[in-house]
């Protein structure tokens, strides 16, 4: 993965984190994408939320934030919310399939 260069000012360091937004956003909505899919095959609406699935999750953010120099708690913050508002989605299709 490449790494920040160093900038030389801050527009600079603005136009990357704006191209990165450009980058980071589609790949979230492709993740929400599958999420809502799952919901067509889980059974019931408690198999929407699970602790182990939710845990694997974390565990390898963690490794691959270590990985790239990234503070661990600050990736797993970032993806438990993302975990939790894309649960809360799925809840929501869930509900609409199965009504």
């Known amino acids: 993965m490449?790494?920040?260069?160093?900038?030389?000012?801050?527009?600079?360091?603005?136009?990357?984190?704006?191209?990165?937004?450009?980058?980071?956003?589609?790949l979230l909505a492709e993740r929400i994408g599958y999420v809502l899919?799952?919901?067509?095959?889980?059974?019931?609406?408690?198999?929407?939320?699970?602790?182990?699935?939710i845990q694997f999750i974390v565990d390898r953010v963690r490794v691959f934030a270590e990985k790239e120099g990234m503070d661990p708690d600050m990736a797993e913050s970032i993806y438990r919310h993302i975990m939790e508002e894309s649960i809360a989605r799925e809840e929501i299709r869930w509900d609409d399939i199965n009504e």
Do not use: H, M, W, Y
Request: proline share 7%.
């Open 37 to 53: 899919q799952a919901a067509q095959f889980k059974e019931t609406r408690g198999d929407v939320r699970i602790p182990s699935r």
């Open 2 to 26: 490449p790494k920040a260069v160093k900038c030389n000012s801050l527009q600079e360091v603005r136009d990357n984190i704006d191209r990165l937004d450009e980058i980071i956003i589609p």
